[in-house]
Structures are given as structure tokens and as C-alpha cells.
């Protein structure tokens, strides 16, 4: 079992930063891919970042690249998004992502936590 909470979420103007938290409790933390995703009312959640566990591959959808920055941490179990230059197309509830299917692990998810950017 891995338990996921995320934290940083806020309300920024557009052209303001944020930095989104997970922090991991449970076993096996760098097993796990990670992942962010967003969801809005209505809408399905989708993919924003990827990490591998081995931390060698990142994936971003296009309309983050150069903008946003995944990065982990697995002496803490933790994983990070750094959100820059935020626009409001960006609000949305984000949710940690812990992907150990392959692994036979499971996958699991956090709470979520909003981010809301508008003038």
C-alpha cells in the first residue's frame, strides 16, 4: 500500500509559479513510476507529467513542455511539479499518480490539490 498526498496547490495570477508536492508513505516508493495529472468539472482527468522510477525518462503533454518540470525525490518518497508561467488553461484539481503496475505493486492516487489561475 502506498498512501499519496499532495500539497502547493493555490490561486496565482497568470505568469506566476507554483510548486506541487506528493509525499509518499507506505513501502517500495522508488518501485513506482509517478505521475501528475488534472482534471477540471466535466472533463477527464489526463496525463500532465511522468517520471520513471529510475528517474531517466520524463514525459510532458505539449502543452506543459518548457513550462513545467517533474522531478523526484526517493530518499524522502516524494515527487515535485514545478509550475511556471502558469495560464489559466492550467486550472484544475491536480492528482499524484503512484504507477507500479508492472511491478505487480498496484497503482494508487492522492486527494488531489486545486490550482486556480486567473487575473
Known amino acids: 500500500q502506498v498512501r499519496l498526498v499532495e500539497s502547493g496547490g493555490g490561486s496565482v495570477q497568470p505568469g506566476e509559479s507554483l510548486r506541487l508536492t506528493c509525499a509518499a508513505s507506505?513501502?517500495?516508493?522508488?518501485?513506482?513510476?509517478m505521475g501528475w495529472y488534472r482534471q477540471t468539472p466535466g472533463k477527464q482527468r489526463e496525463l500532465v507529467a511522468t517520471?520513471?522510477?529510475?528517474?531517466?525518462?520524463?514525459y510532458y503533454i505539449a502543452g506543459v513542455k518548457g513550462r513545467f518540470t517533474i522531478s523526484r525525490d526517493n530518499a524522502k518518497e516524494m515527487v515535485f511539479l514545478q509550475m511556471n508561467n502558469l495560464k489559466p488553461e492550467d486550472t484544475a484539481a491536480y492528482y499524484c499518480?503512484?504507477?507500479?503496475?508492472?511491478?505487480?505493486?498496484?497503482?494508487?492516487w492522492g486527494q488531489g490539490t486545486q490550482v486556480t489561475v486567473s487575473s
Open positions: 499518480n503512484a504507477n507500479g503496475l508492472s511491478g505487480g505493486l498496484g497503482e494508487y
Open positions: 507506505g513501502s517500495h516508493f522508488a518501485s513506482f513510476d
Open positions: 517520471i520513471t522510477r529510475s528517474e531517466d525518462i520524463n
